[in-house]
């Protein structure tokens, strides 16, 4: 079964640092890119990062930009997403998600479960 | 950057009904979008890419059409089960990558 489960979310205090992780299963891992996408409390959608199957390509909403580093260790079948400088509009479920082809484009076909980080004091 | 205006914001509909939602694109996008469905406390799930290609799994009453810059969803008989809120999304198809969700439309049972 194809599964994506996300763990490291949390209270962080502005400025501060986080790292979340997101678990692959069921599929060749290296064979897609995948993406972080976020959502505020009773907000929509946003898109986060991007990165592809390799890894040596990656995107990041202008949002996020310099402070949000996304990265994928394929031996691990594991995606990461590094956050400083942490604000209080970063406070969402973070979602990850496997793209449908090696590269950063395309649709988002399997989700994982979502993660909680809240930045507050 | 591209924006997506996604109409409407929330509707409510009879089972049964046939339901339509509509996204419009600031410029073309060809056919580089995609359709959707999150219920509450849930993931979002895809149902339909690429602006037409339903998602494998995905009931037939589910389809998309469109390209350029306006794109239509439709549900052809409502079911309860498909109480959710709907989201387009754009993406870029070259570098630099960038994704925009619609704002989404929030469908409730009448």
């Known amino acids: 079964e194809v599964q994506l489960l996300e763990s490291g979310g949390g209270l962080v205090q502005p400025g501060g640092s986080l790292r979340l992780s997101c678990a692959a299963s069921?599929?060749?891992?290296?064979?897609?890119?995948m993406s972080w996408v976020r959502q505020a409390p009773g907000k929509g959608l946003e898109w986060v990062s991007a990165?592809?199957?390799?890894?040596?390509?990656?995107y990041y909403a202008d949002s996020v930009k310099g402070r949000f580093t996304i990265s994928r260790d394929n031996s691990k079948n594991t995606l990461y997403l590094q956050m400083n400088s942490l604000r209080a509009e970063d406070t969402a479920v973070y979602y990850c998600?496997?793209?449908?082809?090696?590269?950063?484009?395309?649709?988002?076909?399997?989700w994982g479960q979502g993660t909680t980080v809240t930045v507050s004091s | 950057d591209i924006q997506m205006t996604q109409s409407p914001s929330s509707l409510s509909a009879s089972v049964g009904d046939r339901v339509t939602i509509t996204c419009q694109a600031s410029q073309d996008i060809s056919n580089y979008l995609n359709w959707y469905q999150q219920k509450p406390g849930k993931a979002p799930k895809l149902l339909i890419y690429d602006a037409s290609n339903l998602e494998t799994g995905v009931p037939s009453r589910f389809s998309g059409s469109g390209s350029g810059t306006d794109f239509t969803f439709t549900i052809s008989s409502l079911q309860p089960e498909d109480i959710a809120t709907y989201y387009c999304?754009?993406?870029?198809?070259?570098?630099?990558?960038?994704?925009?969700f619609g704002q989404g439309t929030k469908l409730e049972i009448k």
């Open positions: 998600a496997k793209q449908m082809v090696v590269a950063a484009t395309g649709g988002m076909d399997v």
């Open positions: 999304q754009q993406y870029d198809n070259l570098p630099p990558v960038l994704y925009t």
């Open positions: 990165i592809s199957g390799s890894g040596g390509s990656t």
């Open positions: 069921g599929f060749t891992f290296s064979s897609y890119a």
